[in-house]
């Protein structure tokens, strides 16, 4: 097993979440918590780790740099392998915080080995975190990061948001926008207008705020299906600006609280007839970061993050955040 492959076991079962309090610091007061990235040596990674600071620094908040290291159950590694392993995280992670601190001076930046799998490190760090960062990817690898182990247990067990960023390079070979732009929209996907879920636009408004940057909202809908209709359902279709009126205006009414909350933060919104991924993926190219959703709630077979999810991770050019929520 190479050094890139540290962040790639699967995940074995019987360790359930627990979720922990607010750790407190000095004087009773809440301890900030950091943004976590994951290290595992490659371009991705390191892509994530460049993301993740600026972030922070954003933010105010610090940076932790966590690498797991643990050989698999069916290995029986020597000590000169088992050291050798470690030396190798260590120097990782040593090498990692100089290259960070040299360009971020005034952010507090941490490091961490854990000898454990990776999803249990990297799932264990979320609990007093801000926000996990992973690497990922081009776009639809087959058997690409966001495909493996890892970052298909992470994304549908961590209980804060994950956010995947590509690597820069790949993004330039694609002729793509860099990882990182201030300038850019932040596109948040709404998928129930009515009671949308308060940790994404939490997420969201925060998001934008921090970057000086106009919040998009963007929602799919579709038409009552043709055998629900009747005359009194076609005529309240029609008044107040028909079908697409209604939903614009519970739309608009559902971020009204947020947009008083956040009155520097300039919104825009776009709702489409079309599927939901698709209206989402078309607003992606101008965004400095797509905001999605994950219910946490756990399906009978198996794990999901949802199709929507799954198809703008995927696809997106931009650092997507998945934000779990009830």
Do not use: C
Not at 59 to 78: F, K
């Amino acid at each position: 097993m190479g050094p890139a492959s540290l962040l790639r076991h699967p995940l074995s079962e019987g360790r359930p979440e627990t979720p922990r309090p607010r750790p407190i610091g000095h004087g009773g007061l809440p301890m900030l918590r950091p943004i976590v990235v994951g290290l595992d040596g490659s371009r991705e990674s390191r892509a994530a780790a460049d993301w993740a600071a600026r972030e922070a620094q954003r933010r105010t908040v610090p940076l932790r740099l966590v690498t797991a290291w643990i050989w698999r159950p069916v290995d029986v590694p020597s000590a000169q392998e088992s050291e050798a392993q470690r030396l190798w995280a260590e120097g990782l992670l040593s090498e990692a915080r100089e290259e960070l601190a040299v360009r971020h001076p005034e952010l507090p930046i941490e490091v961490e080995q854990v000898s454990d799998l990776a999803p249990h490190a990297l799932l264990g760090q979320t609990e007093h975190a801000e926000m996990l960062v992973l690497g990922s990817r081009g776009h639809g690898a087959i058997a690409g990061f966001l495909l493996g182990s890892v970052g298909q247990q992470v994304l549908a067990r961590a209980s804060v948001p994950v956010v995947l960023v590509r690597s820069s390079k790949g993004d330039a070979a694609q002729g793509t926008r860099s990882v990182d732009q201030d300038g850019g929209e932040v596109v948040v996907a709404i998928q129930d207008r009515n009671e949308p879920a308060e940790e994404l636009l939490e997420f969201a408004f925060a998001a934008a705020a921090a970057r000086g940057a106009t919040l998009r909202a963007v929602h799919a809908w579709s038409r009552p299906p043709v055998f629900a209709y009747n005359p009194a359902a076609v005529r309240k279709g029609d008044e107040d600006g028909g079908w697409e009126g209604r939903v614009e205006k519970e739309l608009l009414d559902a971020l009204a609280p947020w947009r008083k909350r956040y009155p520097q933060v300039e919104v825009a919104h776009r709702i489409d007839l079309a599927a939901a991924a698709e209206v989402v993926l078309q607003a992606a190219p101008n965004a400095s970061l797509v905001v999605v959703g994950r219910k946490t709630h756990r399906p009978a077979l198996g794990i999901r993050i949802g199709p929507v999810t799954h198809g703008v991770i995927h696809h997106a050019p931009a650092p997507v955040a998945v934000v779990p929520h009830g």
